[in-house]
């Protein structure tokens, strides 16, 4: 296991927002926390970042404990963190911004390499390197985020919703890129999200997410055929034998 | 980040410069180039100790503190250098230079070209070099500075380091022209006013802030009644708040709702 949280508690002052989370994510695979709104799928992301700290719990990454560490010095073990909401650097041009993901390297040599890598991911941000970076379009700031947290050259990357507010097309070219680095780089990946379909098309393993507790998890051909998910998660209903459904149905895990 | 105390920082670098040049008899050189250190040192630990504890509050307990400071630094520097005015002999006092009809003395023509070089080294700085850089991405998004890795702590304190020293260049070729005293600080609102004109986070804006107070007051002394001059910075400050209030060379562009 590269990364390994055992059951991990993050406060937000007296709210409880992640009630004894553990998951495990193997090198080499992408892994998706699933789950809605409020479910804590950020908090998880934030806590392992060091952002937030745990109040309980352990966050072993490749051997160490990260828990409370700073930001910067987790993301010198190797884990690189693609926020939210595209936080590019809005007055820096694109390869400024992408130029600062490699911040903490030295090796010159090897970041250009890796530039030239990012560039070939993402053509379009390779006509764009002098303009800054406010003026991209949404899908083009993700993109950025992705590329700027690939220059630090991770061992792991996190993905925090990196289909929101994008339109469908662009959601399933981004999903499409994740994949190409997991296979070409071999990069271990943790991504979450609300769209449950495009995630779990893309990833091998899915844990379910529901007010701070881990519901579910499995492989995500399983979780894709999880009656409970096709209704919750994917939005199909099952229509019942002589066209009667139940008016609600009972979640089988509470 | 606006720091009301910056005028004060350079009277202290002034009154360093004085005890360094005018009482231990340094040249000039290098009592500024250790005043100018002394005060980037300074910088560096008021932001460790006192300036970090304010990151994240709101605006305002920024500004209340920075005026507070100001007020520490100029009863500091009062108890310890007193408040008589004071000077220290320059390699260039009391020279002037002579452009066909126009008369500039040595001491103006120092700021002008001290103002200038600096200008271009900052410049330089935050566009080329790679801490520059991050410098201003820290500034524009501090959690995406977290997470690409930037020491953001060490780099607020830096940066404070910087405003401190070039505070001191500032007072240091000041000092001949308006002597070193608890109260030379003042003439920092009049660069925030430049500041405001200019649009806040451009340097040549900034300039170009500076050089129309510094022409409206000198055609206000000539041409209004007596105290318009005083006024002119404040009257244009107001001026440019009505017509242009992002600045003349807005970096912070305003968000549209």
Request: aromatic letters at 10%; a positive charge; one cysteine or more.
């Amino acid at each position: 296991m590269l990364l390994e949280l055992k059951n991990v508690e993050t406060y937000y002052g007296p709210i409880m927002a992640i009630r004894g989370v553990s998951l495990a994510v193997p090198e080499g695979r992408i892994v998706a926390v699933l789950g809605a709104n409020g479910a804590g799928k950020t908090t998880i992301l934030r806590t392992i970042s060091g952002v937030m700290d745990p109040q309980k719990g352990e966050i072993v990454f490749a051997g160490e404990d990260i828990a409370r560490r700073d930001p910067d010095a987790v993301m010198r073990l190797g884990l690189s963190h693609v926020p939210e909401g595209r936080e590019v650097f809005p007055f820096l041009s694109v390869s400024e911004n992408l130029r600062m993901g490699a911040y903490s390297r030295r090796d010159r040599a090897r970041i250009a390499g890796d530039l030239e890598r990012v560039y070939d991911y993402f053509p379009a941000l390779a006509d764009r390197g002098s303009q800054q970076a406010s003026q991209l379009s949404g899908g083009e700031q993700q993109m950025l985020a992705i590329g700027r947290a690939l220059m630090a050259h991770p061992r792991m990357l996190l993905l925090d919703e990196p289909s929101l507010g994008l339109s469908p097309i662009l959601v399933h070219q981004i999903f499409e890129i994740i994949n190409r680095i997991n296979e070409e780089q071999g990069m271990t990946i943790l991504v979450v999200e609300q769209n449950a379909h495009v995630a779990l098309r893309h990833s091998h393993y899915g844990y379910v997410l529901e007010n701070g507790r881990v519901v579910m998890d499995d492989t995500c051909e399983k979780l894709e055929n999880s009656p409970d998910i096709q209704e919750f998660y994917l939005g199909m209903k099952d229509q019942m034998p002589r066209g009667v459904r139940r008016w609600k149905k009972r979640k089988t895990w509470r | 980040m606006v720091n009301f105390a910056q005028g004060d920082l350079m009277m202290l670098g002034a009154f360093v410069a004085v005890t360094l040049i005018g009482d231990f008899g340094l040249p000039w050189v290098l009592g500024l180039l250790l005043s100018v250190l002394a005060l980037a040192v300074f910088g560096y630990l008021l932001d460790a100790f006192v300036l970090r504890r304010v990151l994240g509050e709101p605006q305002f307990a920024i500004v209340m503190l920075t005026i507070g400071l100001g007020f520490i630094f100029r009863a500091v520097a009062g108890l310890v250098w007193g408040y008589d005015p004071q000077s220290f002999p320059t390699p260039y006092t009391g020279k002037s230079l002579r452009v066909g009809e126009v008369v500039v003395s040595y001491e103006n023509f120092a700021i002008l070209l001290g103002t200038l070089i600096l200008c271009v080294v900052l410049f330089l700085f935050f566009r080329r070099t790679r801490l520059g850089i991050a410098m201003q991405a820290t500034s524009q998004n501090q959690l995406a500075a977290y997470y690409v890795g930037i020491p953001v702590k060490r780099v607020f304190s830096l940066v404070w380091a910087i405003s401190a020293g070039v505070a001191a260049v500032a007072g240091i070729l000041l000092a001949p022209v308006s002597l070193v005293q608890p109260g030379m600080g003042f003439i920092g609102i009049k660069a925030f006013a430049a500041a405001v004109i200019g649009g806040f986070g451009s340097i040549p804006g900034a300039l170009l802030g500076g050089w129309i107070i510094g022409i409206a007051e000198q055609f206000a002394g000539v041409y209004l009644p007596a105290g318009f001059q005083e006024m002119s910075a404040y009257g244009i400050l107001i001026l440019a708040l009505i017509l242009r209030p992002q600045g003349l060379f807005a970096q912070i562009q305003r968000k549209k709702v």
